[in-house]
């Protein structure tokens, strides 16, 4: 197929947090790889061979990448033209109204409709709604190309993907045998473990993996918040359920569950079942209260009302430095409202709001761990911590 076309692949979306970390690892096995995307100084980033997001062991893949020749990144949707894959991962959100947007998708292919060519290989990478993939096999049967489409969805975690995308099985899923080898094909450069489905079932298993993580993270909490109330540190019940019990050693720790998938793919999967989805919005009553049963706890301990209150870590996880959908910004806007003033830092995040963490551990009066960065777990400090992420051991009691 490489005699119809000059390069294997071309990433629709390729300089964002799962497009780039897919064309350095395939860059990596030595195919030919282009990064279409509309942000032109994420892309001016990139063929700078400079990471323009933390991403564990991808910085020199990167470079080699680029200087090899075998990556490149543009911002002209032609570059779909050259390539025998056309791989499309772009943001799939749900709406203010917790509606998915079900055209995020259509919408990326339609904008590069005219570059798509007989023979291609057209692999929809986002996560999507069930139906998008169906949505798209009409789409490009509408335009008049024989272009083939399958589904194959991410599964790795932010921080993680240059291990997760060569350890990790490959759900590929497409309607006919000869598309799934074709897709197959493709992701078995990266791993030889390959689980066939159909579209519909890939769509759901995708949606499933993030709402059961989800999930899961809400009955911690609520476990959390029993166990508080009550006056009990729910680490150390969690320590003594989790001790060579097998049964229950996936019990998570407390915390913000956030970041830019878990809620809005439990929200997908809510409209997909037309708003019947009573667990899935039990477990966002949850998870988003967190921080208004956080200051609800501070209030009765503290008057912050003479206090300036430090929060630390911004982002949505340990070690990240996405910012996107984080309750720590959630649980700054409460205290707005309740403490005298509000410091926030994180030691991954360029903000001009921000303060160093030194400054906010000498004007604090109180702090709250928001993110469970790596730097927090060794403060040294006296004025009183707040930290229902167990850093370093410290008590969950709020």
Partial sequence: ?????????????????????????????????????????????????????????????????????????????????????????????????????LAAVPRAIRGCAEHLRDGQLLVLRSTVHPGVTALVERLVADLGV????????????????????????????????????????????????????????????????????YVKFATANQFWMMANDYGLDFERIRRAIRYDYPRAADLPAPGFAAGPCLFKDTMQLAAFTNNTFVLGHAAMMVNEGLPLYLVSR??????????????????????????????????????????????????????????????????ADLLVIAAPHPEYRSLTTTVPIVDIWGQAGRSVLV
């Fill in 1 to 101: 197929m490489m005699t119809q076309f000059s390069r294997h692949v071309t990433i629709v979306g390729g300089c964002g947090r799962v497009g780039l970390p897919l064309g350095v690892a395939l860059a990596s096995r030595g195919l030919s790889v282009a990064l279409y995307d509309i942000n032109a100084g994420a892309v001016a980033t990139v063929n700078a061979a400079i990471m323009p997001f933390v991403e564990d062991g991808a910085a020199g893949l990167l470079a080699e990448a680029v200087a090899t020749g075998l990556l490149q990144a543009t911002t002209d949707p032609a570059a779909v033209t050259s390539a025998e894959h056309v791989v499309v991962i772009v943001g799939t959100p749900v709406d203010e109204h917790l509606n998915p947007d």
């Fill in 146 to 213: 024989a272009v083939e489409v399958a589904f194959c969805p991410e599964r790795i975690a932010e921080g993680r993907a240059m291990t997760e995308l060569f350890e990790l099985p490959q759900i590929v899923a497409a309607r006919s045998p000869e598309t799934v080898a074709r897709a197959e094909k493709l992701f078995r450069h990266l791993t030889e473990r390959i689980v066939p489905l159909v579209p519909e079932e890939a769509e759901l298993a995708k949606l499933f993996t993030n709402t059961w993580r």
């Fill in 298 to 363: 501070l209030e009765r301990r503290f008057e912050l009302g003479t206090m300036t209150v430090g929060i630390l870590g911004m982002s949505f996880k340990a070690g990240s430095d996405d910012p996107r959908e984080s309750l720590a910004y959630k649980l700054r806007k409460i205290l707005l409202l309740k403490a005298r003033e509000v410091l926030c830092t994180d030691p991954l995040l360029a903000d001009d709001r921000f303060l160093s963490l030194g400054e906010v551990l000498a004007r």
